[in-house]
């Protein structure tokens, strides 16, 4: 079993719909917590980083961290054809060997 | 301000040979870490190095190997290529330790035949 899992997707929307994306963890030692966007031919472009339990908000963004059940959602609102990429999620426990999440890409219909 | 640089961006080689791939952190980072992508396999961390020490390594052999020079620009190495190798080798820097804030470079293709 991977440390890290990720929803695989593909996922499609139309424009201006809420776009969830979730993760699930096994290490109760992943101390930090991030949303990577990673377009075509891109390398991936960090979108926002916690560490705690709660919600974050940046913008259309919204992450999420439970880490009682260790599970990590990002939520975009108001999606637009731009937000179309592959979204990672990404954990950093205790020595710092970031750990990603298989990824899942996301087509935005306009 | 200049983003993470990589090259070269594409890369083809046969199996038996030996690569160097290089990055350049954005400036005033000191931390560069080295990441494997593949589809099977996704983004799998290879090494992390800062001040010219590696602080990190990932469960890959040691025909990987990398260093960092004292201006934090840093070189990975793969010797012996296998076809597996095959992947986007991506270069990431960040300001110090640690591995929340870090930002990527736009990778080296490298196709091993």
């Known amino acids: 079993q991977k440390e890290v899992e990720q929803d695989p997707g593909p996922l499609s929307v139309p424009e201006g719909a809420i776009v969830s994306l979730n993760c699930t963890y096994s290490?109760?030692?992943?101390?930090?917590f991030m949303w990577y966007r990673q377009y075509s031919r891109k390398g991936p472009e960090l979108l926002m980083y916690?560490?705690?339990?709660g919600n974050k908000e940046d913008g259309r963004f919204t992450a999420q961290v439970d880490k009682s059940s260790k599970y990590i959602s990002l939520f975009i609102r108001d999606s637009q054809p731009s937000d179309s990429a592959t979204y990672l999620c990404?954990?950093?426990?205790?020595?710092?060997?970031?750990?990603f999440g298989a990824g899942t890409t996301v087509t935005v219909r306009a | 301000k200049a983003g993470v640089t990589q090259t070269p961006r594409y890369l083809i080689k046969t199996r038996g040979q030996q690569v160097t791939l290089s990055c350049s952190p954005i400036?005033?980072?000191?931390?560069v870490s080295w990441y494997q992508q593949t589809p099977g396999q996704g983004l799998q961390f290879l090494f992390e190095?800062?001040?010219?020490?590696?602080?990190n390594k990932g469960n890959f052999p040691g025909r990987f190997s990398g260093r960092q020079f004292s201006n934090s620009r840093s070189e990975m190495n793969v010797s012996t290529l296998e076809l597996g190798d095959s992947a986007l080798y991506l270069c990431?820097?960040?300001?110090?330790?640690?591995?929340?804030?870090?930002?990527f470079g736009p990778g080296t293709r490298l196709l091993v035949l």
């Open positions: 990431a820097s960040s300001r110090g330790i640690g591995q929340e804030t870090q930002y």
């Open positions: 290490n109760s030692a992943f101390q930090y």
């Open positions: 916690t560490y705690s339990s």
């Open positions: 990404a954990m950093v426990p205790n020595d710092y060997k970031l750990s």
């Open positions: 400036s005033g980072h000191r931390s």
């Open positions: 190095y800062f001040s010219e020490t590696q602080r």
